[in-house]
């Protein structure tokens, strides 16, 4: 008995009807074991020696086998995939010196992730970015950061800091323009 169920063979065959139909079977005809070969296959078929010749039905006397669907390949990971290592530069503007800082940058699956920054929302020194990424490798970047304090002219300590970046991939590297024109990010890709 063969059931089709959203697209998913489910083949029933008797337990033990594969090695009684090797016994009762002629010795020149082998069973071809249960696989999905199209709708118009039949499992409980024996392959006839002689491809021109009918197949014999194979006798079925007790329980069900049912063949698990056919896995999935794991999806391909997105093409921008990796660590990525550069910097955050900012020019001098009004009071504030020009500043930048190293970024080690994680991106799996199209997510963001500064490795060398905290991770614990509103904890002096988190740096977290959120991206969409286009197939052609443009980006928009929305930073969400606390300043440590620790940089001349950058965030002080405690300062809440949100800003947008647009930026392109372009083979190895990837660069980025903030939305005041200040500050930019140059990435190059690692592994």
């Known amino acids: 008995m063969i059931l089709r169920l959203s697209g998913i ?19 020149s005809q082998e069973v071809i074991p249960p696989t999905t070969l199209g709708p118009s ?31 999935r390949a794991a999806p391909l990971s997105a093409p921008f995939d990796g660590i990525w290592v550069g910097n955050l530069s900012c020019e001098a503007y009004h009071e504030k010196p020009s500043f930048h800082y190293w970024l080690i940058m994680e991106i799996r699956d199209g997510s963001w992730s500064r490795l060398n920054a905290s991770t614990i929302p509103g904890r ?38 949100s800003s947008k970046f647009v930026g392109m991939f372009s083979g190895a590297t990837f660069t980025a323009w903030g939305d005041s024109g200040r500050c930019s990010i140059q990435l190059v890709r690692q592994l």
């Open 124 to 161: 002096p020194g988190y740096d977290h970015y959120e991206a969409t990424t286009s197939a052609d490798g443009h980006v928009t970047l929305t930073r969400t950061a606390v300043g440590d304090g620790r940089l001349p002219g950058g965030p002080m300590l405690g300062e809440a800091i």
């Open 41 to 71: 296959y039949d499992p409980s078929q024996i392959a006839p020696a002689n491809p021109s010749a009918p197949a014999k039905p194979t006798p079925r006397t007790q329980g069900a086998v049912l063949m698990a669907p056919p896995t």
């Open 9 to 27: 063979v489910i083949l029933g065959a008797l337990l033990g009807s594969w090695s009684a139909a090797a016994q009762n079977s002629d010795p």
